[in-house]
């Protein structure tokens, strides 16, 4: 059957971002016999690039993979179903299924499936729940017995339970080649790769439980080792760990960077991490196996919100692996989100206090408001739709304490640590034209050499590694 995936993302802030889902299942489907193609409209104008495809390769299927829905972002707030809808409906054709997936269908697949109009859709991991429906749909059969599947039944959308996540260890190689790294590497972008699925931390807003799993499924560091040696043989030399968590387990993420260096393997490389368990050993070895900065989700540095938003780890966490990162000489960001149950001035004022006591980051970014969404923590502390809509219509959680005055407190907080960045700033058009000069530029990271305090402005100046 020749099935043609779609990356329909064009998002670019800060760096656009590689379909590496669809090249997970683009081996899966073709490691069961079926013809596959990529299409990636990231980059260019987007229509004529589809048309040729369907044109040219004449597809008897297509899957559609959906990464957001949004951006966000409770105060500069951007949804993507517009052109998610465009593209759905020049792909859509009777005499070819069109089929959803990824983690913005795994999300809201039945709201999903009937706004963008498609035939089935897929919920949770798609490496076997694909191939088995494509071979359904080629012999003609019955598909209602796939696991994850979402489909129209009587008028609306039905849905099967999605398998529970299974051992990384059988998996294929993402076919890589199908993506023109160059494009992404021209942008300041980088591959994307990852270590193990999964998340056991429990931090209320966040998704990645229910997409892949509580606990982390490592895969084999040998098949991560080949995977990096293919992205360097397509030309990589910057890749990026999707991960939940990259340095968690420590032993594991050890091994991993063990690996780089047995490869001797010529990438730069970026990562989310925790807290809890970067220690002075492991970042030195990430640093010595190519890590050009880490991204550190810390949401909060008060103790009081931290344990409310449930991220399982403490200031003293934070305040331990920002020294570590720095005496290995890791640029490190720290990004924070203000709002959270119980937030108030007092807890901003600890939050940004301890930062800018106790770390000493390269950058901070401040953002308000936590996006809902379903089947999360946080949904349940404010409650189930109905009453507002759908859950495709955005829902943010800000706690009543955050109000005008602490908004301003946060605003003055911000201006008075050169490094931190609050909402306001962060979307400012002078500061996204800056950002734009420095991914022209090719600069890695972006926020290394974020923030100067002059003459009571701020000016973004970057200086690349």
């Known amino acids: 059957m020749r099935l043609l995936l779609v990356n329909p993302n064009r998002a670019r802030e800060p760096f656009p971002v590689p379909p590496l889902g669809l090249a997970w299942v683009a081996a899966a489907a073709r490691r069961a016999g079926h013809a596959v193609r990529l299409l990636d409209l990231a980059f260019g104008e987007w229509r004529p690039k589809l048309d040729r495809a369907l044109a040219e390769f004449e597809p008897e299927a297509v899957g559609l993979g959906v990464r957001n829905v949004d951006n966000a972002l409770f105060q500069h707030y951007q949804s993507y179903l517009p052109h998610l809808r465009e593209v759905a409906a020049a792909l859509r054709d009777p005499a070819r299924p069109l089929i959803l997936g990824g983690p913005g269908f795994s999300i809201f697949p039945a709201e999903l499936l009937e706004a963008l109009g498609a035939d089935y859709g897929l919920v949770g991991e798609g490496e076997e729940a694909l191939p088995l429906l494509l071979g359904r749909l080629e012999a003609g059969r019955d598909a209602s017995d796939v696991p994850g599947l979402v489909w129209r039944g009587n008028g609306r959308p039905d849905s099967n339970p999605a398998r529970p996540p299974r051992s990384l260890d059988q998996l294929p190689q993402p076919e890589h080649y199908l993506i023109d790294y160059a494009r992404y590497e021209a942008a300041a972008g980088y591959a994307a790769i990852q270590t193990k699925r999964g998340c056991p931390c429990r931090c209320i807003y966040c998704s990645y439980p229910q997409l892949e799993g509580?606990?982390?499924?490592?895969?084999?560091?040998?098949?991560?080792?080949?995977?990096?040696?293919?992205?360097?043989?397509?030309?990589?030399?910057?890749?990026?760990?999707?991960?939940?968590?990259?340095?968690?387990?420590?032993?594991?993420?050890?091994?991993?960077?063990?690996?780089?260096?047995?490869?001797?393997?010529?990438?730069?490389?970026?990562?989310?991490?925790?807290?809890?368990?970067?220690?002075?050993?492991?970042?030195?070895?990430?640093?010595?196996?190519?890590?050009?900065?880490?991204?550190?989700?810390?949401?909060?540095?008060?103790?009081?919100?931290?344990?409310?938003?449930?991220?399982?780890?403490?200031?003293?966490?934070?305040?331990?692996?920002?020294?570590?990162?720095?005496?290995?000489?890791?640029?490190?960001?720290?990004?924070?989100?203000?709002?959270?149950?119980?937030?108030?001035?007092?807890?901003?004022?600890?939050?940004?206090?301890?930062?800018?006591?106790?770390?000493?980051?390269?950058?901070?970014?401040?953002?308000?408001?936590?996006?809902?969404?379903?089947?999360?923590?946080?949904?349940?502390?404010?409650?189930?739709?109905?009453?507002?809509?759908?859950?495709?219509?955005?829902?943010?959680?800000?706690?009543?304490?955050?109000?005008?005055?602490?908004?301003?407190?946060?605003?003055?907080?911000?201006?008075?640590?050169?490094?931190?960045?609050?909402?306001?700033?962060?979307?400012?058009?002078?500061?996204?034209?800056?950002?734009?000069?420095?991914?022209?530029?090719?600069?890695?990271?972006?926020?290394?050499?974020?923030?100067?305090n002059g003459w009571q402005r701020r000016l973004f100046f970057w200086v690349g590694p």
């Open 214 to 452: 509580g606990w982390f499924r490592l895969r084999p560091p040998e098949a991560v080792g080949e995977e990096l040696s293919t992205l360097v043989r397509c030309g990589v030399r910057h890749v990026f760990f999707t991960d939940s968590v990259f340095n968690l387990p420590q032993a594991y993420a050890e091994v991993v960077c063990a690996e780089i260096l047995r490869r001797r393997l010529p990438l730069r490389w970026m990562a989310y991490c925790n807290p809890r368990g970067l220690t002075l050993e492991l970042a030195r070895l990430m640093r010595r196996s190519g890590c050009l900065g880490v991204e550190l989700g810390i949401d909060s540095a008060s103790d009081a919100m931290l344990e409310r938003l449930g991220k399982g780890f403490t200031q003293a966490d934070i305040v331990a692996a920002s020294q570590a990162l720095r005496q290995a000489g890791i640029p490190q960001a720290l990004y924070c989100l203000v709002g959270g149950p119980g937030e108030d001035l007092s807890t901003i004022r600890d939050s940004l206090g301890a930062i800018g006591r106790h770390t000493r980051p390269q950058f901070v970014a401040v953002n308000v408001g936590l996006r809902v969404l379903p089947g999360t923590p946080l949904a349940g502390l404010v409650g189930t739709p109905e009453a507002d809509g759908p859950w495709l219509v955005p829902r943010f959680y800000l706690s009543p304490g955050v109000d005008a005055a602490a908004l301003a407190e946060l605003e003055r907080l911000c201006r008075a640590n050169c490094r931190c960045a609050s909402p306001s700033e962060l979307r400012h058009p002078f500061t996204r034209a800056l950002i734009g000069l420095m991914v022209r530029a090719r600069v890695r990271p972006f926020w290394r050499h974020a923030w100067l």
